[in-house]
């Protein structure tokens, strides 16, 4: 059974970054994509990327290009996700997440519990 | 503004049925599966119903999906005060090529 466990709350500068952990159980990281949502205080969820299988790529949603970076350390089974030039509206709870699916995913579980990542002066 | 378009708040009686909308296009739902979460206070996303209209083990069969054209509906029926949560549809954008989610619905049972 596939578990994903997420690093702990983060407070950072605007202007600073933030790398957010996942670490899965139950299987290898080499056989799960992970993707990555957030949801900003009392808003819905946003999805921010992952690995597109038939590219064989990480793929972005388009608002994070640039600033988002994904990646993996497949000798601990942890995902990363680092969001640089950090400002307030980025202020929200990271989730990780993966699929079952081979190819492009059309449903994500289990999910991490969240990371709380909240960026103030 | 979300791509997918679901109520902001359905409401219902414990015992009755509510159904809550999803309504996308044809780069969207039309021509992808459409999976639901139900998110508790305070608590992760968790998968109820994916591929339009399978169940997950678990999940109770007073759940049900389906998906029409460019709109998906999920339906619960014997309400219980449990059920009071956020709903969110989600699916694979192909203009976008990126996962959407639904706005999401806030349901209360009354």
């Known amino acids: 059974q596939v578990q994903l466990v997420q690093s702990g709350a983060e407070v950072k500068k605007p202007g600073a970054s933030v790398k957010v952990s996942c670490k899965v159980s139950?299987?290898?990281?080499?056989?799960?994509?992970i993707y990555w949502v957030r949801q900003a205080p009392g808003k819905g969820l946003e999805w921010m990327g992952g690995?597109?299988?038939?590219?064989?790529?990480?793929i972005y949603a388009q608002k994070f290009q640039g600033r988002v970076t994904t990646t993996e350390d497949t000798s601990t089974d942890t995902a990363y996700m680092e969001v640089n030039s950090l400002r307030s509206e980025d202020t929200a709870v990271y989730y990780c997440?993966?699929?079952?699916?081979?190819?492009?995913?059309?449903?994500?579980?289990?999910w991490g519990q969240g990371t709380l990542v909240t960026v103030s002066s | 503004q979300s791509v997918l378009t679901q109520p902001p708040s359905v409401s219902a009686a414990p015992g009755q049925k509510v159904t809550i909308s999803c309504s996308g296009s044809?780069?969207?739902?039309?021509?992808?599966?459409v999976s639901w979460y139900q998110q508790l206070p305070g608590t992760a996303p968790k998968l109820l119903m994916y591929?339009?209209?399978k169940r997950p083990s678990g999940i109770p069969d007073r759940l049900s999906g389906s998906k029409s054209g460019t709109s998906a509906t999920l339906g619960i029926t014997g309400l219980q005060t449990g059920d009071e949560a956020d709903y969110y549809c989600?699916?694979?954008?192909?203009?976008?090529?990126?996962?959407?989610f639904g706005g999401g619905t806030n349901l209360t049972v009354l």
């Open positions: 997440t993966t699929t079952g699916v081979e190819g492009r995913p059309t449903w994500f579980a289990p």
């Open positions: 139950g299987y290898s990281l080499t056989e799960l994509p």
């Open positions: 690995f597109d299988p038939e590219d064989g790529e990480i």
């Open positions: 044809s780069s969207n739902v039309g021509n992808n599966y």
């Open positions: 591929e339009n209209d």
């Open positions: 989600g699916t694979w954008d192909s203009s976008l090529s990126a996962w959407v």
